[in-house]
């Protein structure tokens, strides 16, 4: 027993790794294809859902398309409306899976196979280096292993068929929920339905599990899938919550569907598929029940987005509203000019903060679209009071401040909009960057965060050399430039990739420039002397600035 158990083990094993090194290398094989298909491929559900189907077939994985599609609408790269077909093709191409191991897996003498895709692979993988025939060789090793692991699961299972009955099991009323949640507790175990369904599969074939049982455990795969999007969003965003609801409220009224249709929906599948091959019938009864999920949700997708809207993420946080403005302090000119002053120093303060959160979370923190979408609020709100001012009789002395007061809005909604652009493309961008580049970026990011930091501290003596830290960063941003360059014309990375790159830092370049600007202006306001001696706990953007109000406020 012992040595069945480690051949599945290992089986099961050699499978995962197989679908690992086969999904990442037809990803990075596909390049920047995967993002023209979400980009231009998806403005309607009925096109998103092809897509989503294209591109689960080419990387071999619904959960990483999942995962994938969250990254992408919380990037504002596609709609929501988008995203649903996609998660609806995702969970028809995911039945690929199934097709193969029923089509190759087990028909085909799997050693002849699966042995010179590994030595093929691998020979592509050593002489590729970085290059796309590396990542295709990596795919062709993931093709030989997975079949390889499908070898080893079912030799297993057969040795084990004898020693294990559930004919007694099947018959009794609590077979089909039992195998349901086996279904989903092995995807949620293994953390991918296409494993899940190769051990479901192969187990049918050795005799083990009944195929209405086996039918069940299919649809808890197709649920358990949800659990990889479930996880992947916890503390993200508004978005992404959405986009993983959507995805588990989709396939958990697939699977009851499926499941409260099992039996016609089985001889459908059986009768199509000729009835001799159990693996084949379970392959075509999984694609099945999947078309007819996306047909039934597809005329269904707005009002299902609507819902999602309004079920989640409708609250304004609190930073959305003016804390220190209010229509009563336009009676005392200067007051309101004060209250304009805190209420900016405030707004920059949340500003640099989402800067810095941006990136040092590669532009992906879980609050990035609800802060975004807070600060602009903010911003209008700041705006529409210095309208307000501009039209009363000010003294020379106070009037002088609102241009500079609109100048450093201005600076703050550049910011956003740097980082709004930034986080669409990042998860675009090659990251695997050469040791030369990859040294620089650590000492470009470790500046970005210099100068963020400094510019926190408008109360405190490092404040005054801002400008110096500015120059600094042009300097080592200049270098950055220069060995992208560098490695771009030695080959070292592609050219759009540089390109690419290069965009992407200097928007953040930009970024940290104009979030600096903006409290240097901020700080010509008026004397921030006053401010400094006088902070209160309300105060954020100036206790930072000194430690000993710091520990005073803690």
Not at 185 to 203: F, G, H
Not at 258 to 269: I, R
Not at 270 to 294: C, K, M, Q, R, Y
Request: glycine fraction near 8%; include cysteine.
């Amino acid at each position: 027993m012992i040595e069945i158990l480690s051949g599945l083990l290992g089986g099961l094993g050699l499978f995962l790794i197989g679908m690992s090194m086969m999904t990442k290398g037809l990803r990075n094989a596909a390049g920047t294809a995967l993002r023209n298909i979400l980009g231009q491929w998806t403005r309607t559900p009925l096109r998103g859902l092809g897509s989503g189907v294209l591109i689960t077939a080419i990387v071999q994985s619904s959960s990483a398309v999942t995962v994938a599609v969250i990254g992408f609408v919380n990037a504002g790269l596609i709609s929501m409306r988008q995203s649903m077909g996609v998660i609806y093709g995702s969970n028809i191409g995911t039945t690929m899976t199934g097709w193969i191991v029923a089509a190759v897996g087990v028909n085909v003498k799997v050693k002849a196979l699966a042995l010179p895709l590994i030595g093929l692979g691998a020979l592509m993988m050593l002489s590729g280096s970085n290059s796309r025939r590396a990542s295709i060789g990596r795919a062709c090793a993931g093709f030989g292993l997975f079949f390889l692991g499908i070898q080893v699961l079912q030799e297993g299972f057969t040795v084990l068929a004898p020693n294990i009955d559930f004919s007694s099991f099947d018959s009794g009323p609590f077979a089909l929920p039992v195998f349901l949640g086996i279904g989903f507790i092995l995807t949620l175990l293994m953390q991918s339905s296409s494993a899940a369904m190769a051990v479901v599969l192969t187990a049918t074939l050795s005799g083990i599990v009944p195929l209405a049982d086996a039918a069940a455990a299919v649809i808890g795969t197709n649920i358990g899938t949800t659990s990889t999007a479930a996880l992947s969003v916890i503390g993200a965003t508004n978005n992404a919550k959405k986009v993983a609801a959507g995805h588990i409220l989709f396939n958990a009224m697939t699977g009851l569907i499926a499941l409260l249709l099992l039996v016609p929906l089985l001889k459908v599948a059986e009768s199509a598929g000729g009835g001799s091959d159990p693996a084949v019938t379970l392959a075509l009864f999984h694609t099945i029940f999947n078309i007819l999920g996306a047909v039934l949700f597809l005329p269904l997708t707005d009002r299902l987005v609507t819902h999602l809207d309004r079920w989640i993420g409708t609250r304004m946080p609190e930073m959305a509203k003016p804390r220190y403005l209010d229509r009563n302090v336009l009676r005392a000119p200067s007051l309101a000019v004060d209250a304009l002053f805190m209420e900016v120093g405030r707004l920059g303060e949340n500003i640099r903060l989402m800067a810095q959160k941006a990136m040092t979370s590669n532009f992906r923190h879980s609050d990035m679209q609800r802060d975004k979408a807070s600060l602009e609020s903010l911003i209008s709100a700041c705006r529409r009071f210095c309208s307000d001012l501009q039209g009363m009789a000010l003294p020379e002395q106070i009037s002088e401040n609102l241009p500079k007061a609109l100048r450093v809005l201005q600076y703050y909604t550049v910011v956003l909009e740097v980082i709004e652009m930034n986080a669409k493309e990042h998860p675009t961008l090659n990251h695997s960057l050469p040791s030369s580049v990859a040294e620089r970026d650590a000492k470009y990011r470790e500046m970005v965060k210099d100068v963020l930091n400094t510019a926190h501290t408008p109360c405190a003596p490092e404040f005054d050399h801002i400008q110096m830290m500015l120059d600094q960063l042009v300097t080592v941003y200049q270098e950055l430039k220069q060995s992208l360059l560098s490695a771009g014309a030695a080959g070292d990375i592609e050219l759009d990739d540089m390109v690419n790159l290069l965009e992407f830092y200097s928007r953040s370049r930009r970024m940290t420039e104009q979030a600096a600007k903006g409290t240097i202006y901020w700080s010509e306001m008026r004397d921030t002397g006053d401010i400094c001696r006088s902070a209160t706990a309300e105060n954020d953007f100036t206790w930072k600035a000194n430690p000993d109000l710091k520990e005073s406020k803690a």
